[in-house]
């Protein structure tokens, strides 16, 4: 069975950084490990994901600030986040998918991210 375990996030300055870690237990070899966030009102959105071979991509709203790296062995994924801004705050969510797969099928259970003006 598929575990997502999120850790990290709080409420930092605009301008500040935190790192959010995610990991995993009871998944296959190849995947997609995804970060997605969600603000109030707003619909769910991908902000990062990389592949089980190191390959990664961002939202054009965070490229150049955030960073997603994964550890192969501990299955842990972890976003960095740095220049945050208020618009960033939301619920992130990390989650994983099969490569195969389009869709995301695994999620974690959120974590908040407050930025303040």
């Known amino acids: 069975q598929v575990q997502l375990v999120e850790s990290g996030g709080g409420l930092v300055q605009a301008g500040g950084s935190l790192r959010l870690s995610c990991a995993a237990s009871?998944?296959?070899?190849?995947?997609?490990m995804g970060w997605h966030r969600q603000a109030p009102g707003k619909q769910r959105e991908l902000v990062a994901a990389?592949?089980?071979?190191?390959?990664?991509n961002y939202a054009d709203s965070v490229r150049g600030r955030f960073t997603i790296s994964r550890d192969g062995v501990k299955n842990t994924v972890v976003l960095q986040m740095h220049s945050l801004k208020p618009e960033d705050t939301a619920v992130y969510y990390c989650?994983?998918?099969?490569?195969?797969?389009?869709?995301?099928?695994?999620w974690g259970q959120g974590t908040q991210v407050t930025v303040s003006s």
């Open positions: 989650a994983l998918r099969l490569i195969a797969r389009s869709s995301y099928d695994y």
């Open positions: 009871g998944i296959s070899s190849y995947n997609v």
């Open positions: 990389i592949t089980s071979g190191g390959v990664a």
